[in-house]
Every structure is written in structure tokens, then in C-alpha cells.
């Protein structure tokens, strides 16, 4: 059979009114505003205020970097598609795009389930604190996380764009997302579509396991706690966390812990862009508004100019 290999995808995104588009472009332009100022905000602070240089805020700054990448991957090209209406993406960018999203979520997961360690280790041997959670196992830990992510996605990624795909060229989504893509493939990818299926079911469940397993022990070990107000400050310092967890795993769980067969595309792009585009804005409100240190460090940032010297060492 000739099979002529296609070299271009248009992105259907969500088929609206011109007026709707104009509306839409807007709001998520200030969506994706909000992202890129607030988690740089939250960089800026953890690594100018000398008092925040704790194991608990290097992953947070480093969750903050995933997420300006995170949203920038797809939000861009939205945007793009609801104001000028360029809806064609190349092959090659195509596969670009889905590797770095799926790159990226890999790496939340991960990230996730080191900071729920993290709090694990500070509330339940918070003696053994700095020895156990050292610069050193920080980096390492990581360093992990973003390899990690890197060496699980390749594989799948890799057999995804090496399927043909012969037409149509039509891409039931606002991104190149692997449930779509797998979809137009002219080769049976039920086997494909099976280790996408359980690679991303062992990942999510299992960082899942290792959040619950440590907000258990937590949780036991703050409710021996004597005083209240000793109960009241553990529990402060993992709040952010676990609704920062709750809205992640809820998303991905829906979109990924199901066979690709029985996804509905139309729901997954709704909920692929509360993830893409609104959650991100709300995490560093999220963690500076539950959080006294960051709004503390944030205030004297503001009172003694520390954003912009912090800026002046790097740019001259």
C-alpha cells in the first residue's frame, strides 16, 4: 500500500463564534500573564531571601521553573490559533510540543511526590531535618525528578512519532496530545495505546501512593502533637501542598487513568486546558497566600528592593 506520510496537523482547538475567540484570547492571555509573573515572583523570592534557602522552597522554585514551561508549551500556540486563526502545526513541532508537555507533567508528578517526602521527613524526624534532607540529597532528588521524566517519556514519545500517519491531518485538540495523535494513525496501535495506558496509570498511582503514604504519616504524627498550636503550624506548611496535589492528581487522573478507547476527546480538551492554562495561575496564590514565610519574605522584597538587585546581578 502507498502511504503518503503526513507532514503538517492542524489543530482543531474549540470551533467557536469570532467574538467568543477575541473573548477567550484575552482571558487566557491574562491566565498565562498571571502564570509567568507569579511563579517568577516565587523564584525570585526563595532565591534572593536568604531565609528561605530551606530544602521546602528549592522544590518549590523548582516546580514554579516546570510550571512557566509547563504552561508556555501549549499556551502560546492557543493563543496564536484564537487570534489569528493559525490553527497548522508542522510534524516535526507537532512531536516537539507533545514531548516537552508530557516531559513536563512527568516531572510535576515527580516533583510532587519529593516535596510530599520532603514534608514527610520535616514533620516526622524533624531532628534529623538537615542531616536527612542535605544539599546534596536535594539536588539529587531533583535531579532525579527531571531525568526521571526525561527517560520515561522517550520511549512512548519515540514510538508515537514513528507510527505513519497517512490522514486525515485533523487534531481533536488545542495541542498535540498523544490520545489525539494515536487516533489518526493508519496502523492498529492497540498495542501502543496499551503501554501509554499503563505507563501513565504506573506513574500517576504510584507518585500518588508515596503523597498518601507520607500525608498519613503526617497526619499520625501531628495529631500526637500536644498542642494545638504546634498541630496548627505542621499543618500550615503542608496545606498549600496537598491543594496543590488534590487539583493535579483529580486532573490527570480523569485525562490519563483510562483507557484511550474510552477517552472522550471533547471532555479531555476542557480539562487539558484547566491544566494548561488555569491551574498554574492559581498556584502561586496557592502557596504565598497559605503561606506566612513567602508573604513575609515578599513584603520585606518589596520594602527593601530585593527583586531588583536580586535582577541587577544578571543583568547589566
Known amino acids: 500500500i502507498n502511504e503518503s506520510r503526513v507532514t503538517e496537523f492542524i489543530l482543531m482547538g474549540f470551533p467557536l463564534s469570532r467574538q467568543m475567540e477575541i473573548f477567550l484570547f484575552v482571558l487566557f492571555l491574562m491566565f498565562y500573564l498571571v502564570t509567568l509573573s507569579g511563579n517568577l515572583v516565587i523564584i525570585t523570592i526563595t532565591l534572593a531571601d536568604y531565609q528561605l534557602r530551606?530544602?521546602?522552597?528549592?522544590?518549590?522554585?523548582?516546580?514554579?521553573?516546570?510550571?512557566?514551561?509547563?504552561?508556555?508549551?501549549?499556551?502560546?500556540?492557543?493563543?496564536?490559533?484564537?487570534?489569528?486563526?493559525?490553527?497548522?502545526?508542522?510534524?516535526?513541532?507537532?512531536?516537539?510540543?507533545?514531548?516537552?508537555?508530557?516531559?513536563?507533567?512527568?516531572?510535576?508528578?515527580?516533583?510532587?511526590?519529593?516535596?510530599?517526602?520532603?514534608?514527610?521527613?520535616?514533620?516526622?524526624?524533624?531532628?534529623?531535618?538537615?542531616?536527612?534532607?542535605?544539599?546534596h540529597v536535594c539536588?539529587?532528588?531533583?535531579?532525579?525528578?527531571?531525568?526521571?521524566?526525561?527517560?520515561?517519556?522517550?520511549?512512548?514519545?519515540?514510538?508515537?512519532?514513528?507510527?505513519?500517519?497517512?490522514?486525515?491531518?485533523?487534531v481533536n485538540h488545542f495541542f498535540c496530545d498523544l490520545t489525539a495523535l494515536v487516533k489518526l494513525s493508519c496502523k492498529d496501535t492497540h498495542v501502543l495505546e496499551s503501554a501509554i495506558f499503563i505507563m501513565a496509570s504506573v506513574l500517576i498511582l504510584n507518585s500518588l501512593v508515596v503523597t498518601a503514604v507520607s500525608y498519613t504519616y503526617i497526619i499520625t504524627t501531628v495529631l500526637r502533637t500536644p498542642m494545638a498550636q504546634g498541630r496548627q503550624k505542621a499543618f500550615s506548611t503542608c496545606t498549600s501542598h496537598i491543594t496543590v496535589v488534590s487539583i493535579v492528581y483529580?486532573?490527570?487522573?480523569?485525562?490519563?487513568?483510562?483507557?484511550?478507547?474510552?477517552?472522550?476527546?471533547?471532555?479531555?480538551?476542557?480539562?487539558?486546558?484547566?491544566?494548561?492554562?488555569?491551574?498554574?495561575?492559581?498556584?502561586?496564590?496557592?502557596?504565598?497566600?497559605?503561606?506566612?514565610?513567602?508573604?513575609?519574605?515578599?513584603?520585606?522584597?518589596?520594602?527593601?528592593?530585593?527583586?531588583?538587585?536580586?535582577?541587577?546581578?544578571?543583568?547589566p
Not at 508556555?72 to 510534524?91: D, E, H, M, Q, Y
Not at 508537555?101 to 524526624?125: G, H, K, P, Q, W
Not at 508515537?160 to 500517519?165: I, L
Request: aromatic letters at 18%.
Open 139 to 170: 539536588f539529587v532528588l531533583v535531579f532525579g525528578a527531571w531525568t526521571g521524566a526525561f527517560l520515561y517519556i522517550l520511549g512512548p514519545l519515540s514510538a508515537v512519532a514513528e507510527v505513519p500517519y497517512c490522514g486525515p491531518n485533523v
Open 250 to 315: 483529580s486532573t490527570h487522573i480523569f485525562m490519563h487513568v483510562r483507557p484511550i478507547e474510552s477517552s472522550s476527546l471533547e471532555l479531555n480538551k476542557v480539562v487539558a486546558l484547566l491544566t494548561s492554562v488555569v491551574t498554574p495561575s492559581l498556584n502561586p496564590f496557592i502557596y504565598t497566600l497559605r503561606n506566612k514565610q513567602v508573604k513575609q519574605a515578599l513584603k520585606e522584597a518589596v520594602a527593601q528592593n530585593k527583586v531588583f538587585l536580586f535582577y541587577k546581578k544578571f543583568i
Open 54 to 135: 530551606t530544602p521546602m522552597y528549592f522544590f518549590l522554585w523548582n516546580f514554579s521553573f516546570m510550571e512557566i514551561w509547563f504552561t508556555s508549551v501549549t499556551v502560546p500556540k492557543l493563543l496564536s490559533s484564537l487570534l489569528f486563526g493559525s490553527r497548522i502545526i508542522s510534524f516535526t513541532s507537532c512531536m516537539i510540543q507533545s514531548f516537552f508537555y508530557f516531559f513536563l507533567v512527568v516531572t510535576e508528578f515527580l516533583l510532587l511526590a519529593v516535596m510530599s517526602f520532603d514534608r514527610y521527613v520535616a514533620i516526622c524526624n524533624p531532628l534529623r531535618y538537615t542531616v536527612i534532607m542535605n544539599s
